[in-house]
Every structure is written in C-alpha cells, then in structure tokens.
C-alpha cells in the first residue's frame, strides 16, 4: 500500500452515501493497486498501475469538485460520476475525460438533460427539461438541431 496518510484522513474525508454507489471503495482499499496521491490542487484515492490512475478511484478537488469512477491510463474513461464547483453534476459514460455515450447532466437550477453526448458535447437523440420548456429530439454540437419537439409549460409546441 502506498499512503499519504495525513491528507488521506483530512481531505478524502466524504460521505460517500450521497453519491451514486459505482464502485465498493472499501474493496479498492484492499487492492493491491490501492494509492493515495496529492497532485495540486486534488487528492486522488484508488487504484493505480506503474503510476498511472487506473480502474476505480475517487479525484477531490479543493474547489469542491469531485469525481467518482472509473479510470485508464490516467483519464476518466468508463462509468463515472461527477460534481463540479458550481453544484453541477454528471453522471454516465466517459471517455479521455469527457462525456461519451449516454448521460444525464443537472444543473443546480433544476435543469436535466439526458441523452448522448460525444467529446464531451450533447450530440444524438436527448431529452432536455427547463423550468418554464422542454425539448426531446436531436442535437448536434451541443445545440437542439434537426428533428425534435419543443414544448413550453403552456402546452404549445
């Protein structure tokens, strides 16, 4: 095991509770892979292979943002969950640390947009839900485009 074991206490110290359950973080204590690793601005706790973030493990930001999942050669890349600083939160698929497959991203303002995104961007078939409208169709480059229906709370379209 290799520990940074002040910081780990102190700064990893999260209720993992409130996050989507993803992984067993007590099981990946018990890897033989397991690593704590303070970068500059993050801790990061999981595992890893010749140095590198690798399979399960939690990054905390000292901004408050936080990622939880899954990791290859240093990216987060399979299933993950994400809270950003701003209350923001992400969670599906991710590749070379964006936003890949199928998702659903909320915004702290009650927004919801669930669908397909590539490189990070909503692009495919999704369905977006504003306080006052709604929108379920295609979008492209992260905008509503082509076939679709927008609906507004007074039941127009």
């Known amino acids: 095991m290799n520990l940074i074991s002040t910081q780990k ?13 993803l992984f067993d973080i007590e ?3 018990r890897s033989d892979k397991y ?14 292979t010749n ?16 990622y939880i999942g899954e990791w290859k050669n240093d990216l987060r890349e399979g299933k993950g969950f994400e809270k950003y600083s701003n ?3 992400y969670e599906g698929n991710f590749i070379k640390n964006k936003a890949e497959g ?6 702290n303002n009650g927004q919801v947009y669930e669908g397909e995104w590539v490189a990070g961007k909503k692009h495919g078939d999704g ?11 295609e979008w492209k480059n992260n905008k509503a ?4 229906v927008h609906i507004w709370n007074n039941s127009s379209f």
């Open 87 to 89: 209350g923001n939160t």
């Open 35 to 48: 690593i704590v690793r303070v970068y500059g601005s993050a801790i990061y706790e999981g595992e890893a």
């Open 145 to 148: 485009e082509g076939y679709g």
């Open 9 to 21: 206490q102190e700064q990893l110290n999260i209720d993992l509770k409130d996050y989507p359950k």
């Open 27 to 29: 099981e990946v204590r």
């Open 102 to 107: 199928r998702g659903i991203y909320k915004w």
């Open 127 to 137: 369905i977006w839900k504003g306080s006052h409208d709604s929108y379920i169709g």
């Open 51 to 66: 140095g590198k973030r690798e399979e399960r493990g939690i990054m905390k930001y000292k901004n408050g943002r936080l």
